[in-house]
């Protein structure tokens, strides 16, 4: 049973380019969780989805991000028109279901030039 | 909204000693807190979960408990190892339409050989 994987483990996008990051949880894993961690900074909460279901986007920015998990295939978190302060790592979780252990993956790294 | 502390941000310690890591957190309204190591450039490992109507759980050298009334939670580790060195990092979960993860920023710890 593979883990959580992300995919691409780097991203280089200039400003004003379009990244999209992809999340494929744990085999039987219906609930999907996206963080950002900053340089020396904590884990912060982005987006949680359910299977083509939003259930909180509490820290989602308003502007330019969005986040999907359709029936089928991966769960896709996209930024538009990037600028330099969206460098980071973004990392996704997985879990069975809402109360039960969540993995995460290795992590995008995304890098805006 | 909830806030999770962990205490100290950066811990030392020799080689062999066991050491105590903290987390505090202010709602206790949690479904479950689950500790995870974070090595540098990577993603998160899981370590422990704890459920709210648990008080601790056991794995290995590690050993964390739980004290949801006072909004606490420890991480013991036995005979420590250089292989330990690593951020470590404990989340709570949420509970009532409040499921996500919240993360503290961490203890870095170093073990010294």
């Known amino acids: 049973n593979a883990g959580v994987m992300q995919n691409p483990r780097h991203l280089v996008r200039r400003r004003g380019q379009e990244a999209r990051l992809r999340c494929s949880p744990m085999?039987?894993?219906?609930?999907v969780y996206w963080y950002r961690q900053l340089p020396e900074e904590g884990l912060k909460f982005m987006v949680y989805?359910?299977?083509?279901?939003?259930?909180?986007e509490s820290g989602m920015p308003k502007e330019r991000f969005s986040a999907e998990f359709p029936k089928e295939g991966p769960s896709i978190l996209r930024i538009q028109q990037v600028v330099r302060g969206d460098s980071a790592a973004y990392f996704c979780?997985?879990?069975?279901?809402?109360?039960?252990?969540?993995?995460f993956g290795q992590g995008t790294r995304l890098t805006v030039v | 909204k909830q806030e999770v502390t962990q205490i100290p941000a950066a811990l030392s310690v020799p080689e062999g000693e066991n050491l105590v890591l903290n987390c505090s957190f202010t709602?206790?309204?949690?479904?479950?807190l689950q500790w995870f190591r974070q090595d540098p450039g990577k993603g998160l490992t899981s370590l422990l979960l704890?459920?709210?109507?648990?008080r601790e759980q056991t794995s290995g050298r590690l050993n964390a408990s739980l004290d949801k009334s006072s909004g606490r939670s420890t991480l013991y580790i036995a005979a420590s190892q250089p292989g330990d060195s690593a951020t470590y990092l404990c989340?709570?979960?949420?509970?009532?339409?409040?499921?996500?993860?919240?993360f503290g920023t961490g203890t870095r710890l170093t073990i010294i050989p």
């Open positions: 979780a997985s879990s069975l279901n809402k109360n039960t252990e969540a993995f």
């Open positions: 085999k039987g894993h219906s609930h």
């Open positions: 989805l359910q299977k083509e279901n939003i259930i909180d």
């Open positions: 709602d206790s309204a949690i479904y479950n």
């Open positions: 704890i459920q709210s109507s648990q």
């Open positions: 989340a709570v979960r949420g509970n009532f339409g409040n499921e996500k993860l919240t």
